[in-house]
C-alpha cells in the first residue's frame, strides 16, 4: 500500500515527520489516534492512502523513541478478539484477524483498539462495544491502549468485545386521529432525559448485550400520555416501558390531545370515582382524546358538615356509574354529579347480634341496616311473625319500639330516626335416662323418661333422677352424670330456647383419659359425662371435640381411631384416648386493630397502620423493608378484596399493615393467605377518621411519642414547656391531600396535609392543630403540631388525646413542667 502512494503523499508524510519530532512518544500515539479519527477511516479502516502513510511514519517515529531493547530470546504471541472480526492495533499498525508476532522477552508494545470502542463506527448499526484485554492470567487493563512487556509465559492477548445492540426510542408525532402539531412529551432513560447517542440517527444509542432499561414517557402541557407501541423485548405498564436489550429493539411514545375536564358537584366539596380512584369536587384532570372512563358517584356520602347527601343526576345524563368518552376538541368540559339532601334511617332488632332480618322496601338481605333516603320518599318496613335464627332458635315478634304495627311506611323529613323490632325466644325440653322408663321429676313434677316439658323461658328447671337403680346382686346402674357435662346429682338450666334433649346417664366404673397433642388446645364433650372420669365397664362413650382456636382435627390415638372428631369407646376396660391437632392459622372477632393500639373506636382509617391479631399466622417473625414495602413476608399476604395490603411485619401472633387510601369507608373484610395458601378471613370497619397515637412505656406509663420544638423526645426527664410547640406522632388521621402512596414513604415535597380538622386535648385544655400532615419519609405515620398555649396544666404527667373531624383517638400521657 505504500509503495502505491503519490509522491505528493510522501512529501505530505515527511512534513508529518517534522511536526511530530518535537513530540514524545505519548504525544506520538495521541497523534496516531487523532489520524484514526479522520473522515477517512471507517468501519475500522483507513479511507485514503495519505492517511496510512502518515499512520506508519508515526508508528515508526514513536519506536525511535524508545531505548534499544537488549538482545533477548524471542516468544511468539498471538493477538485476536472475541468476538473475532472487531479492529484492534498492535504498536500503532491495524488489524482484524488474529495476527501473531515474534518478540523478544522484555521488549514492550502497545495494544489499543484506538477510537473503535464500538464498531463499526457510526452511522452504521453497531455490533461490538470493548471491555477490557486479557492474557491467561486475567485482566491487563480495561483501557482502550495498554502497554505490556514481553514474557515468556504469556503467549496471547486478546481484546474482549460485549455483544451490542441499538435501541430506538421516539415520541410519535401523531395524536391519533390528527397530528400533534407540536412535540407532545419526552422520554427519561433511568429516570434522565434521552437524546440518543450524537453519532447515531436522532433517538439511536448503541447499548451492551443483555442490558435492562427503563424508559418513561412523560407528556408535554396540552397533551396526556396514551400508549407505547408494543414490541419485541418491551415489558410495558403504563407509561413505563421496561427494555431488555436482547434484540435491537425500537420504543415509541404516542401521546394523544388532552382535553381539561373538570369534575363537579352539587353541592360541592363530594367526593366522586374517576377511573377507580377517588376525587375531591371540584377537580380538573387532563384527559386523552376519545379515551373512555368509567364515572361513578358515590351514594350516599356526607359533607364537611356531616350532612348526608344522595345521587340524583349526572349533567351528561349518564347513570350513576357510567362509562364516559372525552370530546376530540380542545374547549374544557365540566361533569357535574347533582346529589339531594337525605336523612338515615336505622333499623335494630332486640336482643341484638342474633341473626335476626328485617323487611325494607321489600327486601330482607341488606348487610347494612342504616339507610340514607333522599327527604321526601316514602319506604315501607316490617317484622316477620315468627323466624328461625342461624343457630335453630325460634323467634316470635313482640312489637316494634315505636308502637307500631308489624308493617309501617316512613316518609323521609317527617318521620324517621331509629327503629327496633323486639323478639322473644320459644323452644322446649326433653329429659331422657339409658335406664327406659327412669323415674324422674322436674321442679318437682314426676314424669318418666322420655318426657318434654314447654316451660316459659327462662323459667329456671331442676331436673332431679335416682342416684342408683338396684338391677341384681352386686349390679348397680350409678348416675354418673348428664350429657350436658353436669355431674351427678340435680341438674339446673334454664328452659332453653329451641327443642333441647338432656340425658341421665348410668353405667359400671372404668376410668376414661382424654388429652389433645399439643396439650390444652380443645373442649371436651363425653355422652354420658363423668365428674371424676370413671364409667361402668362396658358401657360404650361418645365422645366429640371442639378445638381452641387455631387448631384442626387430624386423627384420634390411642383407644379411639379415626380422622373425624368424635368418636365412641367400650369401656370393658379403662381405656386413652389422644386427639392429634394440626396448628391451622385463626382470626379471632376484632382482629383487626389501630396500628398505634386500642382506641375508642373500633374502626381503622384509610391510610392508616394497622394491626391485625391471631394465632398461628406465620411460622417466624421478619419485617418487611421501609419503602417501598413488601406486599408477601414469608409467604403471607393480606388482601381486602383483589387488593394486597403493604406489610410492615408479621409474626405468628400479629401482623402489621397499611391500609390504602383509597380504601372506601363502610363494612369491610380482609383475607390472610399463609405461605401454606391456608386462608382466614376477618370482619372490620373503615371510618374516614381513626386516630390513634403512638405511645413509650416507661415506669408502666404509657407517654405519647412527642418531641420538642427542637426535635429531642419529650421524656418525663426533659417535659414539655408552657408555650412551646409540641410535635405528636400517631396514625388514621384520615385522608391527606394529596393522598399518601401506597406502599411508598410519603416524599418529603409536597406536604401531605391532612384534609380534616384536628385538635388536641391535655387535660381539660383544648388546643387548635397548628399543623397535620402524613410524616415525610415513613408509611402511614401522621403528625399533629400544637403550642402548649394558655390554659395548658403544668408540673406533672397530664393525658393527652388528638381529636379528628369529632373522633378521639387513644389516651396518652404527656410530661409537663
Not at 329451641?498 to 397433642?517: E, F, G, R
Not at 396448628?583 to 391510610?607: D, I, R
Request: charged fraction near 5%; proline fraction near 8%.
Amino acid at each position: 500500500m505504500i509503495e502505491m502512494a503519490s509522491n505528493y503523499a510522501i512529501t505530505k508524510v515527511s512534513r508529518v515527520f517534522l511536526r511530530v519530532y518535537e513530540y514524545t512518544h505519548v504525544e506520538s500515539r495521541l497523534l496516531v489516534s487523532e489520524i484514526f479519527e479522520r473522515p477517512g477511516a471507517q468501519y475500522g479502516w483507513i479511507g485514503n492512502v495519505a492517511a496510512r502513510i502518515a499512520l506508519l511514519a508515526v508508528a515508526a517515529f514513536s519506536w525511535l523513541a524508545f531505548p534499544p531493547q537488549a538482545s533477548a530470546q524471542n516468544v511468539t504471541v498471538s493477538v485476536y478478539t472475541l468476538p473475532a472480526g472487531a479492529t484492534y492495533m498492535v504498536d500503532n499498525l491495524i488489524y482484524t484477524d488474529q495476527a501473531s508476532f515474534s518478540w523478544p522477552v522484555g521488549s514492550q508494545h502497545y495494544l489499543s483498539v484506538g477510537t473503535y470502542l464500538v464498531q463499526p463506527a457510526p452511522p452504521a448499526p453497531p455490533q461490538f462495544t470493548f471491555l477490557d484485554w486479557t492474557d491467561a492470567q486475567g485482566v491487563v487493563s480495561n483501557q482502550a491502549g495498554a502497554w505490556i512487556t514481553a514474557s515468556a509465559d504469556t503467549t496471547y492477548y486478546v481484546a474482549n468485545f460485549t455483544n451490542t445492540k441499538t435501541l430506538t426510542a421516539t415520541v410519535s408525532l401523531t395524536c391519533a386521529p390528527v397530528s400533534c402539531g407540536t412535540v407532545p412529551g419526552s422520554i427519561l432513560l433511568n429516570g434522565s432525559p434521552y437524546t440518543g447517542n450524537p453519532a447515531y440517527p436522532p433517538g439511536v444509542t448503541p447499548e451492551p448485550y443483555g442490558t435492562q432499561l427503563v424508559l418513561t414517557a412523560v407528556a408535554n402541557s396540552g397533551y396526556v400520555f396514551s400508549s407505547w407501541t408494543p414490541g419485541s423485548n418491551q415489558v410495558i405498564s403504563g407509561n413505563t416501558d421496561n427494555v431488555t436489550m436482547n434484540g435491537n429493539v425500537t420504543a415509541v411514545a404516542n401521546f394523544l390531545l388532552g382535553v381539561p375536564i373538570t369534575f363537579a358537584s352539587v353541592p360541592s366539596g363530594l367526593q366522586l370515582l374517576v377511573d377507580g380512584g377517588t376525587t375531591m369536587t371540584p377537580d380538573t384532570l387532563g384527559l386523552g382524546w376519545g379515551t373512555s372512563h368509567y364515572l361513578s358517584a358515590i351514594s350516599p356520602q356526607r359533607d364537611a358538615s356531616n350532612n348526608w347527601w344522595v345521587f340524583s343526576s349526572w349533567s351528561d345524563a349518564g347513570t350513576m356509574n357510567h362509562t364516559y368518552t372525552v370530546p376530540q376538541s380542545a374547549a374544557p368540559v365540566t361533569l357535574t354529579a347533582t346529589y339531594t339532601p337525605a336523612e338515615v334511617s336505622t333499623f335494630l332488632t332486640s336482643p341484638p347480634n342474633q341473626g335476626l332480618s328485617l323487611v325494607v322496601d321489600g327486601r330482607s338481605n341488606y348487610t347494612d341496616w342504616n339507610f340514607a333516603w333522599a327527604t321526601g320518599t316514602t319506604h315501607t318496613f316490617s317484622a316477620p311473625a315468627t323466624q328461625t335464627d342461624p343457630q335453630g332458635n325460634l323467634w316470635g315478634f313482640t312489637g316494634w319500639s315505636n308502637g307500631g304495627p308489624e308493617t309501617q311506611t316512613v316518609i323521609v323529613g317527617t318521620t324517621g330516626g331509629t327503629y327496633t323490632a323486639n323478639y322473644q325466644q320459644l323452644g322446649q325440653l326433653t329429659v331422657n335416662s339409658s335406664l327406659s322408663s327412669l323415674p324422674v321429676s322436674v321442679n318437682g313434677t314426676s314424669c318418666t323418661t322420655p318426657c318434654t316439658v314447654q316451660p316459659p323461658l327462662g323459667t329456671s328447671l331442676t331436673i332431679s333422677a335416682p342416684a342408683s337403680v338396684q338391677v341384681g346382686v352386686g349390679s348397680q346402674q350409678r348416675l354418673l352424670g348428664w350429657s350436658t357435662g353436669a355431674g351427678p346429682g340435680n341438674l339446673t338450666l334454664p328452659a332453653p330456647a329451641k327443642a333441647t334433649t338432656v340425658t341421665a346417664n348410668y353405667q359400671l366404673m372404668n376410668q376414661l383419659l382424654t388429652a389433645t397433642s399439643p396439650a390444652n388446645e380443645g373442649n371436651w364433650s363425653l355422652q354420658p359425662a363423668s365428674p371424676d372420669g370413671y364409667y361402668n365397664s362396658g358401657t360404650t362413650v361418645n365422645i366429640s371435640l371442639s378445638l381452641a382456636p387455631g387448631y384442626q382435627f387430624r386423627e384420634w390415638g390411642g383407644d379411639l381411631t379415626g380422622i373425624e372428631p368424635f368418636g365412641t369407646v367400650v369401656l370393658s376396660q379403662p381405656r386413652s384416648v389422644t386427639a392429634l391437632l394440626t396448628a391451622v392459622p385463626y382470626l379471632s372477632t376484632g382482629a383487626v386493630t389501630n396500628g398505634a393500639g386500642p382506641t375508642p373506636s373500633s374502626s381503622v382509617a384509610p391510610g392508616s397502620a394497622i394491626s391485625i391479631f391471631g394465632v398461628n399466622l406465620t411460622a417466624a417473625t421478619q419485617e418487611g423493608t421501609v419503602s417501598p414495602m413488601p406486599q408477601t413476608l414469608g409467604g403471607l399476604t393480606v388482601a381486602v378484596g383483589s387488593r394486597l395490603l403493604p406489610l410492615f411485619f408479621v409474626s405468628p401472633g400479629q401482623i402489621n399493615a397499611q391500609l390504602p387510601a383509597d380504601m372506601p369507608v363502610g363494612a369491610s373484610s380482609l383475607v390472610v393467605t399463609t405461605s401454606d395458601l391456608a386462608t382466614v378471613t376477618a370482619n372490620f370497619t373503615i371510618a374516614q377518621d381513626a386516630p390513634g397515637l403512638f405511645a413509650l412505656t416507661s415506669n408502666n406509663k404509657a407517654y405519647a411519642l412527642a418531641f420538642h420544638a427542637n426535635g429531642t423526645l419529650i421524656t418525663e426527664a426533659s417535659p414539655a414547656k408552657a408555650g412551646e410547640t409540641i410535635t405528636l406522632y400517631g396514625t388514621g388521621f384520615g385522608p391527606t391531600t394529596p393522598a399518601r402512596p401506597e406502599g411508598l414513604a410519603v416524599p418529603a415535597s409536597p406536604s401531605f396535609v391532612v384534609t380534616d380538622p384536628a385538635s388536641v386535648q391535655v387535660s381539660a385544655a383544648s388546643f387548635t392543630a397548628s399543623s397535620a400532615y402524613a410524616l415525610p419519609g415513613a408509611v402511614s405515620i401522621d403528625v399533629v403540631q400544637f403550642a402548649l398555649g394558655t390554659g395548658a396544666p403544668s408540673g406533672g404527667d397530664y393525658q393527652v388525646t388528638v381529636t379528628i373531624n369529632s373522633v378521639v383517638s387513644n389516651t396518652v400521657l404527656l410530661p409537663i413542667q
